[in-house]
Nanobody, 123 residues
Framework: QVQLVESGGGLVQAGASLRLSCAAS????????MGWFRQAPGKEREFVAA????????YYSDSVKGRFTISRDKTENTVYLQMNSLKPEDTAVYYC????????????????WGQGTQVTVSS
């Protein structure tokens, strides 16, 4: 089992920045990668970014590339999502997930999820 706890969401104005954190505990050694996804009301969970634990390889959706940065602190078993130049369309509940698989941009491929943190961007 892997337990994930997100934090750092909030209400900001367009153009602002936020940093989300995802603290992992439990059998983290079994995790191959961590991903951030988001889900707006009435929409499917959408891939945002992912990072492999060992090599630190990163992947981003086109909608956030250049604005968001995923990083990790292996000693703290924590993954971060730095979000800059936020837009109203970034408004969603953000979830972090843990996976042992390779298809990192598909939420169906993730075995464990956190509870989510709300990000609201006003125009």
């Amino acid at each position: 089992q892997v337990q994930l706890v997100e934090s750092g969401g909030g209400l900001v104005q367009a153009g602002a920045s936020l940093r989300l954190s995802c603290a992992a505990s439990g059998r983290t050694s079994s995790s191959y990668a961590m991903g951030w996804f988001r889900q707006a009301p009435g929409k499917e969970r959408e891939f945002v970014a992912a990072m492999t634990w060992s090599g630190g390889n990163t992947y981003y959706s086109d909608s956030v590339k250049g604005r968001f940065t995923i990083s990790r602190d292996k000693t703290e078993n924590t993954v971060y999502l730095q979000m800059n130049s936020l837009k109203p369309e970034d408004t969603a509940v953000y979830y972090c997930g843990s996976t042992i698989g390779l298809r990192l941009n598909s939420y169906r491929n993730y075995e464990y999820w956190g509870q989510g943190t709300q990000v609201t961007v006003s125009s």
